[in-house]
């Protein structure tokens, strides 16, 4: 052993002895105790509802090591993997120090530091728990700590973001999968002996077949009310991975990270790698407990502007899709106005002069205003929209080019493709910049900056990102090819983090061809993310309810469309009210009672928006159950209750039960009213204008539901 590591091994050593330490990461309801083993590495000695303390912690056995490495003892997968110059891929990690911070009233902050005695690699496991919301944020910096004309560049093959052990035998998994407009489905499947692993290869839309989200329960299927479940997700906005392996002894694995697939990248002396952060809540009390903490923390924490008003809107897409000028925009501003939404939202097509952008052909990249099209430009646009009353909002999908393009003309080296040696392959007739590229952040960022600085009155974007990563190769990394999907998407970040540094203001919506991007680090540039382009009202009951597992309602955006005409316009507009509402169709075509039912829900929605956006949710019966759906809300500020129930298709002798509301107070009373009525008709709700108390509502439960087919009823319960 040389003499510096020797000297190393002895003070890793004195520090193991000083420190047989117990390291407790808590929130209100879940404990995670880590602790220094005899062998000075680090164990995990259990993970789940809280305990005493001390005395407690004192009867735990060590358990597993908490973070494995790659080529040591370890017989499955393992969490970190480097490579030495001298080809050898052993790292071993002891205990050093740890310290806890309190970053802010409730939110803890604990930094494991952990190091290699031969090769010098730091490891730095940083846990933030959340203890009000039962949330804790786990991440990993692996750093070359050498120095010197010597030090050795190493290759960090595998970096999860955390690593986390199970006892108890009886798992199962519920996946979120789907593909373009089939988004978010649910499926539940056990977790036996062996490795069941969630990842995805696609680049930029890179969840466009499941996006990184997952619920583990423990001992039975978890429910609404019951059970207990690790709720997981990852906030990285590229490839992910989560494994999840079972042992011979029956332990559960979770491992969650970028996939290590294809990026390899270098960690020179002097580096640190920060892994995304792997966010979780382990809730005993049932799915319902899981989903409402996640999205209290989220609204609190990590979504972008998370409790400022959210705009409601009409988009044109799908009343025009390419054809529109001026004329037709400003008409549709009307409707807008009419309707009562917050912002008209002009999307794809407005651009490109050489190649206007007339289809999906052409124009991609060139963001000057079509001349023919919209010969006042967008101050034409922002000026009628403030004309109107209303805001205005614009499409843009900056990170992407079609060949026929001026944009491609100029910088073809600044797409990822492989040119001499592959034909290109379009997705969506388009390609992906190399955002690994310094110059393309600086174009993309110019894009936006010139947006806002020429018209200044924009005050919302829908960002898009159509095209996955194909025939990958960047011009720009020359022999640093691996590194491409990681380095995207911290091209991406420094993009989105100048831009919300110079346009605090702006609120943008992400979207990707539906919900082909989405998570949660993406949503801290972001308000909302579009949930889908499926907007079948029967559909979106599925699929907002597999994305309200994670993603408070706020965040959602659902949209009114012609998609299912056989759904009356109230039931397409009941559905989207549970989320963000917006609307995308021919107001102007629906006849006066339809149109005064938008009215009034938008007028609804607006009032009642501080319940539906930022209260807590419950899920009173799943749409998978059918043939009924129904969600709830409640208001933590004045105990206001908005409840939408969904006949979607009862057979005719279906025999309805009432249905039980949930989170109100058994000791208050609440007036029942129904609302979204459609003009000229009166409620058949029994309990209509009746009061009741939260006992009786909680324990007997309202008559909602009917074995009428596409019926829906939205119900506002008021606290007295
Ligand atoms: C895909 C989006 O999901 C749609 O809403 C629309 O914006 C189109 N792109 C426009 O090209």
């Known amino acids: 052993m040389k003499k510096a590591n020797f000297i190393t091994a002895l003070f890793l050593l004195f520090c193991g002895m000083l420190s047989a330490q117990t390291i407790r990461v808590s929130t209100s309801k879940t404990d995670l105790v880590l602790r220094v083993g005899g062998d000075g590495r680090l164990h995990q000695s259990y993970l789940g509802a809280r305990l005493g303390g001390d005395a407690d912690f004192a009867h735990l056995s060590e358990g597993p090591e908490a973070y494995i490495t790659h080529g040591m003892e370890d017989y499955f997968e393992p969490a970190l993997e480097i490579r030495q110059p001298d080809g050898r891929s052993s790292i071993l990690l002891k205990y050093v120090e740890h310290s806890v911070n309190t970053l802010s009233e409730g939110v803890k902050e604990t930094v494991i530091t952990l190091a290699d005695e031969v090769y010098p690699v730091t490891v730095r496991l940083r846990f933030t728990a959340y203890e009000r919301d039962n949330i804790i944020r786990a991440s990993t910096e692996i750093s070359n700590t050498g120095r010197g004309r010597k030090a050795p560049t190493m290759t960090l093959c595998r970096y999860a973001s955390s690593m986390l052990h199970f006892a108890g035998g009886d798992y199962r998994l519920t996946e979120f999968s789907g593909d373009w407009a089939e988004e978010a489905k649910m499926t539940t499947v056990p977790l036996t002996f062996g490795k069941k692993v969630l990842d995805t290869k696609l680049g930029t839309r890179a969840n466009m077949f499941t996006p990184p989200m997952f619920i583990v329960s423990f001992d039975g299927q978890a429910d609404e009310h019951t059970g207990t479940a690790l709720l997981g997700t990852l906030g990285w906005t590229g490839n992910f991975r989560f494994t999840f392996e079972v042992t011979q002894t029956g332990e559960l694995r979770v491992i969650s990270g970028i996939n290590p697939y294809y990026s390899e990248r270098a960690l020179r002396p002097g580096d640190t790698f920060v892994t995304p952060d792997f966010i979780f809540t382990l809730s005993t009390t049932g799915l319902g407990d899981a989903s409402r903490d996640i999205h209290r923390w989220a609204r609190d924490y990590q979504l972008y502007q998370g409790h400022e008003e959210r705009y409601t809107l009409l988009n044109n897409w799908e009343a025009t899709y390419f054809s529109f000028d001026e004329e037709r925009l400003i008409q549709l501003m009307d409707n807008a106005a009419d309707m009562g939404v917050d912002l008209f939202l002009l999307d794809d097509g407005w651009f490109g002069n050489k190649y206007p952008r007339s289809s999906d052909r052409q124009g991609l990249g060139d963001w000057e205003e079509t001349r023919e099209k919209l010969p006042g430009g967008v101050a034409r646009l922002t000026q009628a929209a403030g004309e109107k009353g209303i805001r205005f909002g614009i499409w843009v999908e900056p990170e992407m080019v079609n060949p026929k393009s001026e944009l491609y003309e100029k910088h073809p080296d600044w797409v990822i493709h492989q040119p001499d040696v592959r034909d290109e392959y379009y997705f969506r007739n388009q390609l992906v910049l190399d955002l690994s590229n310094p110059a393309v952040q600086d174009y993309v960022f110019s894009v936006i900056d010139r947006l806002m600085t020429d018209y200044p009155d924009i005050a919302f974007m829908k960002w898009d990102c159509n095209s996955p990563i194909t025939n990958i190769w960047s011009p720009y990394l020359k022999e640093k090819q691996t590194q491409l999907y990681v380095d995207y998407v ?54 907002q309810y597999g994305y309200s597992f994670f993603y408070p309602s706020r965040a959602v955006c659902a949209h009114v469309t012609s998609w299912n005409r056989n759904a009356s316009i109230k039931f397409r507009t009941d559905v989207a009210s549970m989320g963000k509402l917006g609307f995308d169709i021919r107001f102007n075509e629906l006849d006066e009672r339809d149109q005064e039912y938008i009215r009034e829900a938008v007028k609804n929605w607006k009032r009642l928006s501080y319940v539906i956006a930022d209260g807590d949710q419950y899920r009173l019966y799943s749409p998978y159950d059918g043939p009924h759906a129904a969600t709830q809300f409640v208001s933590p500020r004045d105990g206001k209750s908005v409840l939408f129930a969904f006949d979607v298709h009862p057979m005719a002798y279906d025999r309805t039960r009432p249905l039980r509301l949930e989170g109100l107070d058994p000791d208050a009373d609440y007036r029942v009213e129904e609302i979204n009525l459609v003009p000229g008709t009166r409620s058949s709700l029994r309990a209509n204008g009746q009061t009741f108390s939260g006992r009786y509502l909680m324990t007997v439960g309202l008559d909602v539901f009917t074995s009428g087919n596409l019926r829906s009823r939205v119900v506002e319960i008021t606290k007295q």
């Open 490 to 543: 911290h091209g991406l970040y420094s993009v989105l983090e100048r831009i919300n540094a110079k346009y605090p203001a702006l609120r943008m919506m992400l979207c990707s061809g539906g919900s082909g991007r989405i998570d949660y680090k993406a949503l801290s540039y972001f308000t909302e993310f579009w949930a889908s382009d499926n907007t079948n009202p029967i559909d979106r009951l599925f699929i």
